[in-house]
């Protein structure tokens, strides 16, 4: 019987994960063992991550559908939730949730970004307008959310599975990366996209982005996989590109090229597969 009982349930999941592939506002694949990358509709990378006794929730997205009902739908364990950092499309879906974790230097750009008409305007500027159906709104309590600080070196244990907090100011003073230490998995926000953003009004000047970059890249052995707020997967030796690019940006090696997008203009130079967007004025 508990064996028929794990054939039902790991069915079920297959198909709801299938069901999700179109026509919703959330789309779901398992990209690790017990790790769901969760599409905001194509706007951000959210990931679920499961241990033995609770599962973590990294970033919640812009907050325009229902992401807690959707992430019962895959685990039914107690949720720890975690911000990598600040930004609306990250930190969006605060208001779902009684607390959530996030660096103290990035709580107030949180808190500022969690109002409805900002989460309004980030999804339509994000998802080109488009809107979850009336069935995937959120409906439950509306939190005055508590915001737990987090810092360097703190570790989540979720049962058999440590995620360790590492400390990566650059594209917000409180960035932060998430290291899944038995599986050598790196859930890194938007500190190492294919293209990152350092222009933006709250960036560190990018010498600063550089040493977060450099000790990354000293831990290289402990991770295989980067698993980006945007994008796909992509290798750990990554980074190496991400330092070459920013490198050729400070010493002038590099083509600087025109960006236009709509936070702003910047210029852009590229290294390899790494891409940064930056500011002339805060190197």
Same mark, same amino acid.
């Given at each position: 019987?508990?064996?028929?009982?794990?054939?039902?349930?790991?069915?079920?999941?297959?198909?709801?994960?299938?069901?999700?592939?179109?026509?919703?506002?959330?789309?779901?694949?398992?990209?690790?063992?017990?790790?769901?990358? =969760? /599409?905001?509709? +194509?706007?951000?990378?959210?990931?679920? &991550?499961?241990?033995?006794? @609770?599962?973590? %929730?990294?970033?919640? #997205?812009?907050?325009?559908?229902?992401?807690?009902?959707?992430?019962?739908?895959?685990?039914?364990?107690?949720?720890?939730?975690?911000?990598?950092?600040?930004?609306?499309?990250?930190?969006?879906?605060?208001?779902?949730?009684?607390?959530?974790?996030?660096?103290?230097?990035?709580?107030?750009?949180?808190?500022?970004?969690?109002?409805?008409?900002?989460?309004?305007?980030?999804?339509?500027?994000?998802?080109?307008?488009?809107?979850?159906?009336?069935?995937?709104?959120?409906?439950?309590?509306?939190?005055?959310?508590?915001?737990?600080?987090?810092?360097?070196?703190?570790?989540?244990?979720?049962?058999?599975?440590?995620?360790?907090? =590492? /400390?990566?100011? +650059?594209?917000?003073?409180?960035?932060? &990366?998430?290291?899944?230490? @038995?599986?050598? %998995?790196?859930?890194? #926000?938007?500190?190492?996209?294919?293209?990152?953003?350092?222009?933006?009004?709250?960036?560190?000047?990018?010498?600063?982005?550089?040493?977060?970059?450099?000790?990354?890249?000293?831990?290289?052995?402990?991770?295989?996989?980067?698993?980006?707020?945007?994008?796909?997967?992509?290798?750990?030796?990554?980074?190496?590109?991400?330092?070459?690019?920013?490198?050729?940006?400070?010493?002038?090696?590099?083509?600087?090229?025109?960006?236009?997008?709509?936070?702003?203009?910047?210029?852009?130079?590229?290294?390899?597969?790494?891409?940064?967007?930056?500011?002339?004025?805060?190197?």
């Amino acid at each position: 019987m508990k064996r028929i009982l794990t054939l039902l349930l790991a069915v079920g999941l297959c198909s709801f994960l299938h069901a999700q592939s179109s026509g919703t506002w959330f789309t779901v694949k398992e990209v690790g063992p017990k790790v769901w990358q =969760i /599409s905001d509709h +194509g706007a951000d990378n959210m990931y679920l &991550v499961e241990g033995r006794d @609770s599962a973590m %929730l990294i970033d919640n #997205g812009l907050g325009t559908a229902d992401i807690v009902s959707f992430i019962r739908k895959i685990s039914s364990k107690p949720l720890i939730v975690v911000i990598t950092h600040g930004h609306p499309d990250h930190a969006g879906s605060d208001y779902q949730f009684a607390k959530v974790y996030i660096h103290p230097a990035d709580s107030a750009a949180a808190r500022q970004y969690n109002d409805p008409s900002t989460r309004a305007r980030s999804s339509s500027t994000m998802t080109g307008d488009n809107k979850p159906s009336p069935g995937e709104m959120y409906k439950g309590e509306i939190y005055n959310t508590i915001t737990i600080p987090v810092s360097d070196g703190k570790v989540f244990d979720l049962g058999g599975r440590r995620i360790e907090v =590492i /400390s990566t100011p +650059g594209h917000t003073p409180g960035e932060i &990366v998430l290291l899944d230490i @038995s599986n050598k %998995l790196l859930f890194s #926000g938007d500190n190492n996209n294919s293209l990152v953003w350092l222009f933006l009004g709250n960036c560190l000047p990018l010498h600063k982005y550089l040493a977060s970059l450099e000790k990354q890249a000293a831990r290289l052995q402990e991770f295989t996989t980067i698993l980006p707020g945007h994008g796909d997967p992509i290798p750990a030796t990554f980074i190496l590109d991400q330092i070459s690019c920013v490198n050729g940006i400070l010493d002038g090696s590099l083509e600087r090229k025109p960006y236009q997008s709509f936070a702003g203009n910047a210029m852009v130079a590229t290294f390899g597969e790494a891409s940064v967007a930056f500011n002339p004025g805060n190197l």
